[in-house]
């Protein structure tokens, strides 16, 4: 960007930062240019045959970030990241942003080969090298993630063969009578810190019980619906009476007790779907149900991150 260009954008947002800026302390949490080498290899046109210069790839991530945080679709991305002073300085001020095909083909070439993943264990390694370790112990949970189902009969084939534009991967699924359909996201929190340690995406049909997200070592506290499932780590999972099996008076207080524990596990799905609008998803693939949910993670990671570091 020109030099007197980037000088009145800068005056602009000191003037509209007064009143404070949240992407502006979110983006002092992480060391954003460790994620460069692990998006780099997605690109081949770095030989001697040349090709179109790539687009800084710690510039994308962060416009998934944005994109996760703020609930916008690939145009409005596009638009806002040109026209909010507040989201020009969260990505240095680039100049002229990319276009929302080029964000939707990264996200893509993310979904293809699985470096999404990358990019969470190295915000895993910054969290534990900021001492932010897990140590009294992790909450799993799950909740559904709803999607469009489409027009087609239920028995209509999915997957490959799928020829509507619905969700291919999505499930239908009931849970105290009411019936949902897309996908599930399971996450592990830590008890000291109230980060989001693990993630998986599974289609909604998945039991709850069928994901385990601990470590051996680990103290994990589940509800009721992961009853006679062993995890890796240590079992501490509430128990439920069963038909002429009711729960003694200490089943019950150690319920109370583990219930104490695992209820903040609730709140990452709160701001997930209530803040950053990630509770309905309009990709119609697992792989993509995935990466939405990890920048939806990433962000309420940082968003934590500010919290506990009074921003």
Known sequence: MDSFDSYLLRKLYRKTSRNGDRLAEAEKQIDWNRF????????????PRGGRPNMDPVLMVKLLV????????????????????????????????????????FRERLAETGRDRLVWAELQRQLDEKGLKVRKGVVQDASFITADPGHAPVDTPRGDEAKTRRSKDGAWAKKAGKSYYGYKLHAKMDVDHGLLRDLVATPANVHDSRVDLSLPGEVVYRDKGYQGVKPRGWNAAMKRAARGHPLSIWDRLRN?????????????????????GSGHVLVTSLPRVRVKLVFACFCYNLAQLCTLGGG
């Open 36 to 47: 460069r080498p692990l998006i780099q290899p997605m690109y081949n046109n770095d030989t």
């Open 66 to 105: 944005l994109q996760a945080w703020y609930g916008l679709s690939d145009p409005e991305l596009e638009r806002q990241a040109l026209n909010r002073i507040d989201f020009q300085h969260f990505l240095g001020f680039p100049g002229d942003a990319p276009d929302y095909c080029t964000v939707w083909k």
């Open 256 to 276: 109370r007790r583990i219930n104490r524990k695992r209820a903040p596990g609730e709140r990452p799905f709160a701001v997930i779907k209530r803040v950053f």
